[in-house]
């Protein structure tokens, strides 16, 4: 059974960082590709970003390109989203998510994912 659990959201201030972790488990994740999503109040829930564990390939929706990276630890089995430069608009719930696949394809739809964590709450003070 995949578990995942996602870890280090929290209160900042406007332009200040974070970085959420997802530890993965249940699993061999070599052929997984993993990804953040989010969503905030009233909102759908939106890509952010995703990578594939074997090569590392990274795919980041627009609206954090240049701000979030995502990063994998094989060793450890966890994935990292390190977000700066924050905006009260990064306010959400962030989930991380994993897909069965790693072929080359955008993996940035929700439908596209078979395993979630129960998200952490981020929010950015103005």
């Known amino acids: 059974q995949v578990q995942l659990v996602e870890s280090g959201g929290g209160l900042v201030q406007a332009g200040g960082s974070l970085r959420l972790s997802c530890a993965a488990s249940?699993?061999?994740?070599?052929?997984?590709?993993m990804g953040w999503f989010r969503q905030a109040p009233g909102k759908e829930r939106e890509f952010v970003a995703r990578?594939?564990?074997?090569?590392?390939?990274?795919y980041y929706a627009d609206s954090v390109k240049g701000r979030f990276t995502i990063a994998k630890d094989n060793a450890g089995n966890t994935v990292y989203l390190q977000m700066n430069s924050l905006k009260p608009e990064d306010t959400a719930v962030y989930y991380c998510?994993?897909?069965?696949?790693?072929?080359?394809?955008?993996?940035?739809?929700?439908?596209?994912?078979?395993?979630w964590g129960q998200g952490t709450q981020v929010t950015v003070s103005s």
């Open positions: 249940g699993s061999t994740f070599s052929s997984y590709t």
């Open positions: 990578i594939t564990w074997s090569g590392g390939s990274t």
């Open positions: 998510a994993a897909a069965r696949g790693d072929y080359y394809y955008t993996w940035s739809k929700s439908d596209d994912y078979d395993y």
